[in-house]
């Protein structure tokens, strides 16, 4: 089975701290994904990757900045944490190709992040 | 940017009533893909469709694409309280590799 993992399940930071949020997966995906979810908003998407060192913008990167340095671990930074960035991150990853059977996304568990 | 948006945001249902969500994108999806997600959970992956006008059963769900591939649509029939969670539909832009996620249908099935 594939496996996400989050670092932590529960965050508490304060205003202006530099945050990180480490995800790793195991079986050698080629995409990885930064998403926050919030309550009627759905999944929204941070930031991606599809391969080591490359990274693109999703719909909402301000305030965030990724790092990925190796294949199984992509890293979600918030350079100062703001009580607006309170929310559930999800990291997720999957194999590479637009259309093939079997791109889907595994989940981590999620890390539920507030901001006080 | 693109936008998938699907209706409706909540449904409450009575045990063994039928129940379907809609998934509307902006933009065409070279692929459509289905996530549960129980509460207190993460989403998990219930299934992909690829062609356009492609329907797929499992069990009582059955899965719908649309025929420009910029709409979905998911049946249950006859809901059980173990379908209780919230419904993603999720797809790539066609020729990226982002993966974009419907805002959800949350489903509550009362006993």
């Known amino acids: 089975d594939v496996k996400v993992t989050q670092s932590s399940r529960y965050l508490v930071k304060r205003t202006g701290e530099k945050v990180f949020l480490e995800c790793v997966q195991d079986?050698?995906?080629?995409?990885m994904f930064w998403y926050r979810q919030d309550p009627g908003l759905g999944l929204r998407l941070i930031y991606f990757?599809?391969?080591?060192?490359?990274?693109e913008k999703g719909d909402i990167p301000e305030g965030y900045s990724v790092s990925r340095e190796k294949k199984e671990r992509f890293s979600l930074i918030l350079e100062s944490a703001s009580t607006n960035q309170t929310s559930m991150y999800l990291c997720?990853?999957?194999?590479?190709?637009?259309?093939?059977?079997?791109?889907?996304?595994?989940f981590g568990q999620g890390t539920r992040l507030t901001v006080v | 940017g693109q936008q998938v948006m699907q209706i409706p945001q909540y449904q409450h249902v009575q045990e063994g009533e039928d129940f379907t969500t809609y998934c509307n994108s902006s933009?065409?999806?070279?692929?459509i893909q289905w996530y549960k997600q129980r509460p207190g959970g993460h989403p998990v992956f219930l299934i992909q469709?690829?062609?356009?006008?492609e329907v797929k059963k499992q069990k009582r769900l059955t899965f719908q694409f649309g025929e420009a591939k910029k709409n979905s649509s998911l049946h249950i029939t006859a809901t059980q309280t173990t379908d209780v969670g919230t419904y993603f539909c999720?797809?790539?832009?066609?020729?990226?590799?982002?993966?974009?996620f419907g805002t959800g249908t949350r489903l509550k099935v009362l006993a």
């Open positions: 079986m050698d995906h080629e995409n």
């Open positions: 997720a990853s999957s194999l590479s190709g637009f259309e093939a059977v079997g791109t889907e996304a595994f």
């Open positions: 933009t065409t999806l070279s692929n």
């Open positions: 990757s599809y391969d080591v060192k490359m990274k």
């Open positions: 469709l690829v062609k356009s006008g």
């Open positions: 999720a797809g790539p832009t066609s020729g990226t590799y982002k993966y974009i």
